[in-house]
């Protein structure tokens, strides 16, 4: 199976969340990539769209190569495999400060206002797919923290690494292809092209509601964690 795009992507996954639809669900995407999918979801399902921010931590010299992934209220996490690749854990957390940065630079770019309160709702957490899962993780916690009721991953492609984390984060993890080998999300697309800053904005405007990052009152004031996967 492969898809058209991430639009085709989205309709297939809509029709795997289905049984959502009733909740009128909060679809939060993960930016850029997870935003085109986020929207058609959130328009399938009759839900609300919003962001989450989390990024990977590349390599140095290989960013497609993720180290550990940061979300927008100051968790950094650190994956396993970072030793593995021969890269000390302090180090990478280093990185993930820096990527801190440029995060909440994107985030402060695309916020309109306060957000929709994930507290109490069925939330689904989308992206277009996880080769790791380390960045799915990051906005999982994220979100986690703002107490849904029901916390769903979502994507498309999903290694098996990825698949089997994924379940420790989330209530219910919907992932319509997970091959048993995977180099990259791309891969599994005709069309996948980079999504702009404006494709996002244009997206949240077209649905009409606001865009945002979550913050926890610690990452208000500067704090920042950590964690190991």
Known sequence: MRFRDRVDAAKHLAASLEHLRSTRPLVLAIPRGGVPLGAEIARQLRGDLDLVFA??????GNPELALGAVSSDGEIIVDDRAQ??????????AAGEAELIRLRARAAR??????????????????DGAATGSTLVAALRCIARRKPARLVAAVPIASIEAHRL?????????????????????????????VLDETVAALLSRSELKST????????????????L
């Open 55 to 60: 990024h990977k931590i590349g390599a140095p």
């Open 84 to 93: 593995e690749f021969g890269f000390h854990p302090e180090d990478v957390r």
């Open 110 to 127: 695309m916020r309109r206002g306060p957000g929709i309160d994930p507290r109490s709702r069925v939330v689904i957490v989308v992206d």
């Open 166 to 194: 994924l379940f420790a984060y989330a209530d219910e993890v919907v992932a319509l292809l997970v091959p048993r080998t995977m180099q990259a999300v791309g891969e599994f697309y005709d069309d996948f092209p980079q």
């Open 213 to 228: 990052t979550f913050e926890s009152p610690r990452a208000s004031r500067g704090a920042e964690g950590s964690a190991q």
